[in-house]
């Protein structure tokens, strides 16, 4: 129908999308990514030449992983507009619209009967949604099919070379937006050598590793050093303390299952089973909404800094398994088992610990395999299967949304304590995340142990570690309660949504652990003396 093809046009469903993702506020390292771009637009020359707080200390800029096309990319933003948040996102809208007309073309080549279905379960669905924010992992996907693309768009045509030549900038740019794109070169080099379309290859190779190799050199004679070199050894330098490969098996299940957790059900909607299946998935969801924590809890860890282990975890898994188990059979593109292969190796390798971002490369060939499996007809459990996971996108980005407000709302309510109370001392803060950029925001100033002098009359709001994460708060609250500070006040925040996305989407095994205590609580001290 004409209709579908507006309402499921590249343009509309990017600019969704971009507005979904106007309502979060900053989280986790977007806090990063805007002090690189808040420094550029005032130095555009020295983009690694500061010191920036990040994990609650001052760091050198260069020791911070932030590949510079997003952060310049946001510092022109900031030059225009201002570091409006909102705004700063709508700027992002080019990388969405890339990121649509890319998946688009793509699907197109490897699955024409689903095209729109397709394209709305990619831009809309739990794999995309959820991971659009101000940080470099969408940004880098979009740029990265958009180079894969366009290298396979030109294949057949007699005039090429101007495409092949884009097709090498997008890739530079790709690796420039986040390093672990390298499986990108990978990817055409495996496609061109099983296609010996070996001239294409030469060019978009060349063409992307040269451009990358000049980016970086800039980068060295403006700062001294290559950001991308700094890393590598770095890296090389810390194998020992790294994330071992056997414990990224687990989580790439766990993450899988909520961005694409539904291919299974989809792949397999006619076989026997299907219904026992989906009455066992119902069951549990409906035990991890209403039992107690007790009763979902599987193990409990001695450790109180690990997440205990529930109903939700294993059905994550579960469902990751099954989604990675439809790719096996019925048999699929042999091009398409290999671009998924280049990428899970690529996570093995270049994750430094597991995360949702992680898998987004690996989610988007593993939806394109399932749409070429599936039938031009889609059965009718088929269809209810994808409708369901566009719901389930949807709700996966409010509950995150919901989550990252809490340390928004923590700044604003700390600063209108400090008002009400007539605090007329200097007020510190101490967290990290969204909590730093909004305290930051608001005039507080870092308290950093060993730097800071506090005087009579001043003020602290410390961050409690709620989320497990956060040991130095721990030892914050015990410092100031040992050295004769007066706690004027606690501001706790609680729901009943049971299960929170922050820290465990951007670096933990599942996309949510199970909440067992407040999600966020501020201790507020007064230097008395």
Known sequence: MVWR?????????????TVVNLGKPVLVDDTAYIAFARHIAMQPLHPYDFEMLWNEQPRPAMTILAPPVVPYWLAAGIAIFGESIPLLKLWLFPFAAIAAFSARSLLRRFAPAHETLGLVIITLGPSALPFWNLMLDMPALALELASFSLFLNDVNRPRRTPILLLSGLCMALAIETKYSVFALPAIILFWGIAHKQYSATTVALTTGLLLFVAIEMLISIATGESHFLYHALKRSANLNSQTSPVALVLPLFGHLGGAVGWIGFAIWANRRGYRIAVGILAISVLAVLLLPDNWITIITPRDAASDPLTIANVLFVVLGVSAMSAMLYPRALHALIGWLVLEIVVYFVLSPFPAGRRVLGIAFVMILIALQKLPPVLPQRARWTIGI???????FAAIDTCDAWVECDAAQR????????????????????????????AGLKPYIPGRTILHEGDWIAVAEPIDNVRVRGIESCEMFDRNGYRCLATIVWDDDLRFQTIPTLYGGKTPFALRTKPRLRIAIYLLQK
Not at 389 to 395: S, V
Not at 423 to 438: C, E, K, N, S
Request: glycine content about 10%; aromatic content about 18%; some cysteine.
């Open 389 to 395: 996971a566009l719901i389930w996108g949807l709700l």
């Open 5 to 17: 093809r507006y309402i499921a046009h590249p343009l509309l469903l990017a600019l969704m999308a």
């Open 414 to 441: 700390v600063v209108a304590f400090a008002k009400a109370e007539h605090l007329d001392g200097t007020g510190y803060f101490d967290g990290r995340w969204g909590y730093q950029y909004y305290c930051e925001r």
